[in-house]
């Protein structure tokens, strides 16, 4: 078969074998063309029109179907399948098709990947790009994360319960791109995890995590002395990643030099299940940044700097010695409203630092990145002019950051001011910078006045009147004298050809300009190529000193934001240390209070400890504010964590080591679990992991079952948490059993508090207010009103309760487990009946309004 095909096509079908998990864009000229498979498929997703060079074949089923999309332009079409989960293997001429004999040279240049984009029009701005490998192997593991766009290298290794780790760690980077190896692939929950939770694109890394090529990998690009143990199951997974990431790049990786190991006791640990639950860097309806504590506090200018936000939101430091290096800084710029402003205006002007310097690396910036790398670093110096006399160590470190002063001066007098987007089209270079560039752009743009000015010099020196200089595509450029002129011609003129009334000359003056004119506009382009490449290699090499500067400006980005939200929000610095103890002062959510326009939020104070306060029972009806009161308690300790001021009017923060929240109620459709079993494997988790210097968020724990079940695990789960033997967590408690709050005299460490209401005029007002002691009622009918309940379900519903609240009880355990339908004075088969009737009820799938139906039809056979 091979014997009727081009030579093109045999190269094609070679490179294609060595990709086949890719779509393979294969550069012919101008275009990047697809065939077979490729073609089709690329047509689909992009719209292209689908063609073939094959129409002298009658029988189409052996033509080849082919497609293709302008070289110049194709960013676009590769962001496209990007977005959609594709691979694209980008296939280049390796040799200049004027010089090849025969087939010119092609191969793989790059393999683009979701997690190893580098272009700016793939990627978002304030977010990081990550691709991971993920080691497995029993009940020990490890992840590490790069982002390739900016040179970001991490990893965290666990030795128990890695399975749960790895999950929170994926929560918290959330990749676009995972290599996982045969132990990680085996893991049922964590391989869904990974493709279906957090929809990541999977590889198969099997053959990836080599010992020793792992380690030998490490050692070439961090050095021999990295921070990983050699032994451990980080190494084996940085390895895999540095492996992966080199495949597919093809090219120099000297911007990923710096390895950060993410030990025990540096970070907060963050379960997904928290992550949404509080709403930290996107809501729970619609999955947007507004609505999240992220949207409160994101005042950053810089793209880096909004990365570096959202991580530190993501990932609360444990050292109050690290929180308060963070939190002097913030303020400083808190109580210096006139530096403040004048710092964020000129951080405005300052683009991704980070990633035009990954680009200069990757030898894939063009001559405006530079430009604007030049002008980006040239800010810091304006900055740090501004951070002169300032006391905190973290300010004082970013004022004496390395300015780059040599690499933006060169930038400045390389590139000139509105360079083309195209590198080897010329216009690239400021003129003074190369004299022999300026030489030949002089030829390019005044070749015609060089010429009429050579023939001018010509005349006057021959005395010839009729002599001109002329050129034809056969003889170039010549001199054309009259034949009666031919004795007047100087000595040194060389006869190039004789006509019938003229003669026509060169000299060697003349011979020079022709050939600095003919070959001028090449040789320029090239030499401005050349020069230019010089240039960003320059760039490349000072890579280390580049992203020291990028940190900087982002770390004063962030600071500059914090600052600037706590003056405008009226937050205060809170105190942080390891006392154990949450002593929060008139506290206020931060997302609702910046949402909440038409009215003031009403703030509360919270107080834990882990003595006679550590869990606190929080009644109170539907819609008064028992979830927002705990998410905000939950929010300032986090904010506290990660350095930043606090909506409050005062704070203590103990530091916990980890937050957990069970809040809200929803099923898991594709996994089969009900609303209560996703509950219940929530509060498992929570109780596996949680220790006593953990905080715990429970909302109405036990609702998706039986009254008396749901009561009883509720009643079991806070013992164990109150319990200092077993647990002795700070707790938040939220529940409608109001039967619970009977713990607070009998459980050591137990406080009732309750949400204040009213009724006024027979609504329900709610007064928001945090208060001591245990509800009075639920005032469900009432809060049923206020949802818009038609007033004929409302007020049966009201004799229903009357009835229910008259009716006898008997405090005996039997009792307490199963209603006794006996004393209903009912005949044998109508209690079988109504006993059949709730047991077939399925609680989980029944609504409120359904509950209160059947309700009523039992108590019409109860009355017959």
């Known amino acids: 078969m091979s014997n009727n095909m081009t030579p093109m096509k045999i190269q094609y079908n070679e490179l294609k074998s060595n990709y086949p998990d890719c779509l393979l864009f294969f550069r012919l000229g101008d275009f990047y063309e697809m065939f077979n498979d490729d073609a089709r498929l690329a047509s689909k997703e992009l719209d292209i029109t689908l063609t073939t060079r094959d129409r002298n074949i ?51 240049v790059r393999v683009i990947t979701p997690g190893t984009v580098t272009e700016s029009s793939m990627l978002e701005e304030g977010k990081s790009n990550y691709v991971c490998a993920v080691f497995l192997e029993g009940s020990s593991g490890a992840v590490a994360f790069c982002d390739v766009s900016t040179g970001e290298f991490c990893v965290s290794g666990f030795e128990e319960n890695a399975p749960s780790h790895l999950q929170n760690e994926l929560s918290r980077f959330l990749p676009r791109e995972a290599v996982l190896s045969k132990g990680a692939q085996d893991c049922g929950s964590l391989r869904d995890f990974i493709g279906t939770a957090l929809g990541c694109l999977t590889q198969d890394g099997s053959g990836r995590f080599d010992p020793n090529s792992a380690r030998e990998r490490v050692a070439a690009q961090f050095g021999a002395e990295s921070a990983l143990p050699p032994d451990g199951t980080e190494i ?268 026509r000359f060169f000299t060697q003056e003349l011979k020079e300009l022709e050939s600095d004119l003919l070959g001028a506009r090449e040789r320029l382009n090239a030499l401005e190529f050349r020069l230019f490449d010089e240039v960003r290699a320059r760039a490349a090499s000072e890579i280390t000193r580049i992203q020291a500067l990028a940190e900087a400006i982002a770390e004063l980005d962030v600071y500059c934001s914090l600052a600037d939200v706590a003056v405008r929000n009226g937050y205060t610095r809170p105190e942080v240390d390891l006392s154990g103890t949450i002593d929060i002062k008139a506290g206020r959510h931060p997302v ?78 594709a996994g ?90 027979g609504s329900l007002v709610f007064l928001r207010k945090i208060v001591p002691g245990a509800a009075s009622g639920s005032y469900g009918i009432e809060v049923a009103k206020l949802a818009g309940v038609p007033d004929s379900i409302l007020t049966r519903a009201r004799a229903a309760l009357k009835d229910l609240e008259s009716a006898p009880k008997d405090s005996s355990p039997a009792a307490a487990q199963e209603p006794d339908f006996g004393q209903m004075s009912l005949t044998d088969a109508r209690e079988g009946e109504i006993v059949r009737r709730l047991n077939a009820l399925s609680l989980d799938v029944t609504t409120p309004l359904e509950a209160l139906g059947i309700l009523y039809e039992l108590k019409k056979k109860v009355e017959l």
């Open 592 to 669: 609702v209070e910046r949402a909440q326009t038409e009215s003031l939020f009403v703030p509360n104070d919270t107080f834990l400890n882990s003595a006679q306060d550590r869990v606190a029972i929080i009644t109170g009806p539907n819609m008064a504010g028992k979830s927002t009161y705990m998410r905000q308690t939950a929010l300032i300790v986090l904010m506290a964590q990660m350095g930043s001021f606090v909506p409050c009017k005062s704070a203590v923060i103990g530091v916990v080591d980890r937050v957990f929240t069970r809040i809200g109620a929803s099923d898991d459709l």
């Open 672 to 761: 089969g679990r009900s609303t209560f079993m996703v509950e219940m494997t929530e509060v498992a988790d929570i109780l596996r992991n949680a220790t006593k210097s953990s905080l715990l968020i429970l909302d109405e724990l036990g609702r998706g079952t039986s009254t008396f079940d749901g009561m009883a695990i509720a009643r079991a789960v806070l013992e164990y948490c109150a319990d200092r033997r077993r647990l002795g967590a700070k707790t938040l408690f939220a529940t409608h059993y109001h039967e619970l709050s009977a713990l607070e005299g009998s459980l050591e460490g137990v406080r009732n508090y309750n949400i204040s209401a009213k009724k006024s005029g």
């Open 58 to 108: 009658e029988n189409p089923d052996e033509r080849t179907p082919m497609c293709g999309v302008p070289y110049h332009s194709c960013e676009a079409y590769i962001a496209r399948l990007i977005a959609k989960g594709y691979k694209v293997a980008i296939c280049e001429q390796t040799e200049d098709p004027a010089q090849a004999k025969g087939l010119v040279r092609r191969d793989v």
């Open 236 to 503: 084996l997974a940085a390895g895999a990643l540095l492996g992966y990431i080199e495949e597919t790049q093809k090219t120099n990786l000297s911007h990923i030099n710096t390895l950060d190991l993410f030990s025990a006791g540096r970070y907060m640990e963050l379960d997904i299940t928290t992550r949404r639950g509080l709403e930290l860097t996107e809501n729970g309806r619609t999955g947007e940044k507004r609505g999240s504590l992220l949207w409160v506090l994101d005042r950053t200018k810089t793209p880096m700097g909004g990365r570096l936000l959202r991580a530190w939101i993501e990932r609360p430091l444990l050292s109050p010695v690290a929180i308060s290096r963070r939190a002097c800084a913030v303020q400083e710029l808190f109580s210096d409203n006139v530096t403040r402003p004048e710092l964020m205006q000129i951080l405005s002007g300052v683009g991704d630092v980070a990633r035009l310097a990954g680009r200069a690396v990757y030898g894939t910036a063009n001559a405006r990145d530079l430009l604007s790398l030049g002008r980006y670093c040239a800010a810091l110096p304006k900055l740090a002019q501004l951070l002169e006399g300032k006391q905190s160590a973290r300010l004082r470190a970013i004022a004496e950051t390395d300015p780059l002063t040599a690499l933006t001066n060169l930038t400045q007098r390389a590139i000139c001011d509105d360079p083309p987007f195209s590198v080897r089209d010329g216009g690239l270079l400021r003129a003074g910078f190369s004299e022999e560039a300026d030489y030949l752009r002089d030829l390019c743009e005044n070749g015609a006045a060089k010429v009429a000015a050579l023939e001018e010099r010509e005349k006057a020196r021959s005395g010839i009147k009729k002599l001109k200089v002329g050129y034809n595509k056969v003889f170039g450029y010549y001199i054309d004298v009259p034949r009666a002129a031919g004795d007047s011609v100087p000595e040194d003129y060389i006869r190039k050809q004789t006509l019938v009334s003229n003669e």
